[in-house]
């Protein structure tokens, strides 16, 4: 499986964005999708994850209540809408994949990653 997320960019402080990462190959529906970032100095950590079919979802304490994960499998596409974001989201955020199940927040638990893309935002 690969991954492409897109859609990042520069945004002022309380806006949104939305990254929509595409994955190829027809076993995505089977996959839990995930996204984590990386800020300048900082390791990979865990921003949030979708099960499957969509019906589990989790997120970090830092972002509940403004970023949502999504999934259309008759797609082969998983979204993470971000708002009201705040300068220290500023990262690159890579979509995920793999086929653990139930909550995994550790970047070796998915086996597919994305190239990232660079979100910034302003104060």
């Known amino acids: 499986v690969q991954l492409q997320a897109v859609g990042g960019g520069f945004v002022q402080a309380g806006g949104s964005l939305r990254l929509p990462c595409a994955a190829s190959g027809r076993t995505f529906s089977s996959y839990s999708m995930g996204w984590f970032q990386q800020a300048p100095g900082k390791e990979r950590e865990f921003v949030a994850a979708i099960s499957w079919n969509g019906r589990s979802t989790y997120y970090a304490d830092s972002v509940k209540g403004r970023f949502t994960i999504s999934r259309d499998n008759a797609k082969n596409t998983a979204y993470l809408q971000m708002n009201s974001l705040k300068p220290e989201d500023t990262a690159v955020y890579y979509c995920?994949?793999?086929?653990?199940?139930?909550?995994?927040?550790?970047?070796?638990?998915?086996?597919?990653w994305g190239q990232g893309t660079q979100v910034t935002v302003s104060s």
């Open positions: 995920v994949g793999g086929s653990v199940r139930g909550p995994a927040y550790r970047p070796y638990d998915y086996d597919f």
